[in-house]
């Protein structure tokens, strides 16, 4: 009788420490939420809200600052970043699941993952001192001859390219997400029950029509979901894209501009904003990233579990 | 699984161990210090000669002189560097201390692969108007006033400043809020200005890099990231109306009009000097300690009062000015004063 | 008709296939650069040397290799536990509770938060309070960083074990806490170890979570309570700098963190393959 009193103790205990373990991290993400709350809150109280993200100026001088250019910025790369990346990730996903020989799936899967494995650092080493210089030397240039003597689009592709800007920002981005996108994809097709894929061979479709038509529609949600993680990791994405933009608080005139987003300002100016102003302003930006980064990325698993993919 | 669990534990158990032997117990064998990368090549120099002849390591890590100020400010360093003076009052509002300890040029460098040997003039009004986004090119017929002779290209400039707080971009600002009525206007000076033009590079190392690596572009530097780097610095016309090369001796010029007065902490500028041969952007770099650390700070002062008197060689060969006696007096007497 | 519908799909499907080469191009790109350039860097002294101030050569990176490994070490030491023991209550205690599922959800969201949000935060909380930097800081950034993941990790391996060996354990009187430990764990050890590794690999990487935390440090230490260099943070530092012998560390250290991430991610994989084919 006592060992069994015991054991019910222990039993307890163990439960109550496993609770605590998975309430922490609740904790942490309310902690963070309440962290940056109040360390913005000088920032809130001078600028509002409107005010701050409508504002472009980010004058330490004149201590008075504004998100627009560094919220913009984060925007646009990932948008630029998500066009380049969408694509290629549903080709690899669809060549993956339909197209490669059986035998050659698993390592080509493989190899995609790592490219989410190189560690971002890396990515930021790599983009400055061999993509930057090859983007200014040989690609923006052709582009520019190319594209930008097109009406309207070409102006997307005017400015000095130094290799330092939003396309080679975007352009390491778009790398590093693939992998996010074409593994839910990946997941997704496979769930596809062949029922409906045989009934369509079945009246005569190609193998590209059973995947635009039937394969495609029927993922819509795991697709968008994948989209959705992508996008989440491209917005809070900081030392690939610190070493190649530039922070410069200007809004961007081309692709080739150089600009500035949350995360680099954040890397470039946390440790040295001298005046509190300064300070609570970053947080204030940290804040904005934090709700944004979790609102696209709740609603992008819910997506997913909605499919029943993991 | 139980066997993985005893190795790492007692790793572990190792590493502790031999933590506890370098740990220690008022921060006395490691003084960490932050802020301008304007003096990190002679601190750090300094440091480890410090640390081969009495075992004390000093810590620098150069993230800027905002940063020196800030993480002072908050106690999180045992000492922060700046090269933009606070002023007396700010001084006495954050409960510090601070002192010079060395003057430096900031010049301006440049990549410009056609320019070959020559030398490059530029003055205070034209680097005002590059630095606005005004000048645009190298072609500029103002730049080509003041270097008649020299080829230069149809390029446009590309303008590199610092991106994290300087007191390099301070007493860059402050030179051209001196010179230049629109700068002092539109934009002002400090360790963060709203620039209007060009590319944000972190710190000196940063900019040294840029400029290094990208032709046609032009960046304000400290000077000894210049040579260390063999990157092109171009000449100036100072106060006088005399064209100046940056080097020890312009920058001496330039030091002696200025007052350093421990009364004020130091606060001085000395940037657009009138002496005949003086660089115009030159500055002191400073030292600022917490008040209220007196422990700490009598290590950090031990350490500088050590190199004011053998550090001196190993800042002129690298190309800074070290404090003339009558001012390293006047800064052993302030720590005096403060019981240090 | 047939022809040009024949046609497209064979153009589209080659597209695909080309989309595929682009994703290995890049991967294949970077690799052999971080290679060439790193196995030049790699020499004995990179490892053994202490940092030599800026323009001297020489230098090596011993500091911030002992640095990164010890701000790892103890990242694990503190995250691994904490999130084995809350997957375990959304697997096991809690996973008749609603509330689990929001727990878990959140987690999973955790698992992508920006992490240099992470680091303010840490900051925040564990830097200015106690006024100086610390390598236990940037540790205690690493550590939140894993516990999302390890938690999801395990609670997903937890789950995979079927319920009947748990029902068999509980109908010879064995106490929930038991069942777990000899049953539970025993069959999902290697999941979880699989779990460890890859969050262990997802951490090592980071930069800047510890930009704020465990800041730098010029010399060799071992000490957690001060600033501690890491691989990571010393890769920014010399590659944003000018100096060539910098640059030169800098890919010696992007060889040697990627060669042990990629390793690790590799090995857990591999483990994950093998458990799923028994």
Redesign the interface.
Known sequence: MATFKR??L??SL??A??????????A??L??FL??L??SLPAFQRFGFLGFILSS??????ENFGGAIPLFGTLVTSFFALILAI??????A???T???PKSLR?P?G??????A??????????G???LA?IQ?KYIEPFLQKTLGSLPYFGKLFSG?P?G?DIFTASLILS?MI?PFT?SVARDAFQLVPPVLKESAYGVGA????V??DVVIPYCKLGILGGIG?SL??A?????AV??VL?????FPSSLFS?TATV?VK?????????KDI??AS??YL?LL??IM??TI??IA?YFI?RTGT? | MKKYLFIILSILLLISCKAKEEAPKVSGKTLNG?GATFPYPLYSAWASAYYKEKGIKINYQS?????G???I?ERTVDFGATDMALKPEEVEEKRLLQFPTVIGGVVISFNLPELGDKRLVLDGETLCKIFLGEIKNWDDPKLKALNPGVNLPSK?I?PVYR???SGTTAIFTHYLSDVCPKWAKE??????????A?????GNEGVAN?VK??PYSLGYLEYAYAVQNKIRAADLKNAKGKIVSPSVESFKEAAKTSQLDPAKHFYAWMTNAPGEGAWPITGATYILLAKEKAEVNKEVVKFFDWAFQAGDKTALELHYVPLPEEVKSKVREYWKNQGL | MIKR??I??QI??F??????V???F??FF??F??VR?GLTALTPSLILNDPAPPGVSGGGLKHAILGHTLITITATLIGV???I??????A???RNWAF?RI?S??????V???????G??V???FVKPIGHFSGFAGALALA?IM??VI?RTTE?MLSLIPWTLREAAFALGA????V?FQIVYRGAGMGIFTGIILAI??V?????PL??TS?NNAFTSYNLREPLASL?VT??QY??GPYEDW?RQ??GA?FL??LF??GL??VG?YLI?RRFKH
């Not at chain 3, 597209?15 to 595929?20: D, E, K, M, P, S």
């Open positions: 054991e019910y222990f039993n163990f439960l420490i496993t609770a605590l373990s998975s309430f922490l991290v609740i942490l993400l902690g963070i962290v940056l109040k360390e100026s980010w004058d330490p001088v004149k694509p290629i990730a549903l080709g690899i669809i060549f993956i339909e197209v490669a698993e080509i493989m190899a995609i993952e790592l490219l494995a190189i560690p971002s650092i890396i990515y930021g080493m790599w400055l001192f061999t210089p200014s000095t130094l330092i790398i693939i074409a190609t193998k590209w029509e995947i635009k993680l989440g990791r917005l809070g994405e900081t030392m610190a070493f530039g922070n410069l608080n200007q150089a995360t954040l890397a470039n100016e946390f440790t040295e904003a001298d300064h300070l970053l947080f940290a990233l934090f980064s979790f990325l709740a698993k579990q993991k | 932050a993230i800027g002189s905002g940063g100020i800030r993480q400010t446009p590309t991106s994290d707080g934009i002002g000076f400090g360790t963060s200005v709203n620039f209007k060009g590319i944000g590079a972190k840029y690596r990208t | 519908r024949k497209i799909n589209a499907l597209i695909c296939f080309l989309t595929a682009w994703g290995l890049w991967l970077i690799l650069d971080v350039h536990p904490i999130g023991l809350g997957g375990t209550f959304l096991e205690y809690g689990s727990i959800f959140l987690a999973d969201i955790m992508s938060v920006p992490a240099i949000i992470v303010a935060f900051y925040a909380l939140f516990i999302p938690v997903n106490p929930y806490y038991k777990i690999a997802r090592t990487g980071e930069a800047a930009l704020f800041f990571t890769i920014f590659a944003m640059h800098a890919w992007s963190i990627t991430i990629l991610t590799l994989r393959k």
